[in-house]
């Protein structure tokens, strides 16, 4: 007997039992999938809260880009981005007019909590914002 024909014989024997099996299977699959979607909505959420959502724009070649605390550069520095690094942009607001590879501008981009770069040095190819203000 194949392993078809052994399928329908079994199918045909016992089609309580089949229709049961796939009742279960059915309840599962839909409480797996509730259960999955609720997953992934809850990362979505964390992510969007951390900034992981967020558009992300290489910094310039060649530049180790400062981070820094605030929007401006009188700030503190924070951190440094290494060469070749992307940056996610939150959101962006007005600061110290800086000049860089992308021009002069007073915008500057919120990366993350407390942690902001010069737009001058990120190419999002615009002179002007590219996402919501900060606020």
Avoid: F, H
Wanted: charged residues 10%; aromatic residues 6%.
């Amino acid at each position: 007997m194949t392993s078809e024909s052994a399928e329908t014989a079994v199918a045909a024997a016992a089609p309580a039992t089949t229709t049961s099996t796939t009742s279960i299977t059915s309840a599962t699959s839909s409480t797996s999938t509730a259960s999955a979607v609720s997953a992934v909505s809850a990362v979505s959420a964390a992510s969007a809260s951390l900034g992981t959502g967020a558009r992300r724009y290489p910094v310039a070649p060649g530049v180790e880009l400062n981070v820094r605390s605030g929007p401006g550069t009188d700030y503190t520095i924070v951190d440094t981005l290494d060469l070749g690094a992307s940056v996610p942009v939150n959101c962006q607001t007005p600061g110290t007019r800086v000049s860089g590879p992308y021009g002069t501008s007073n915008i500057w981009d919120n990366i993350g909590n407390g942690r902001y770069v010069a737009d001058a040095y990120v190419k999002t190819g615009s002179d002007g914002y590219v996402a919501q203000r900060c606020g």
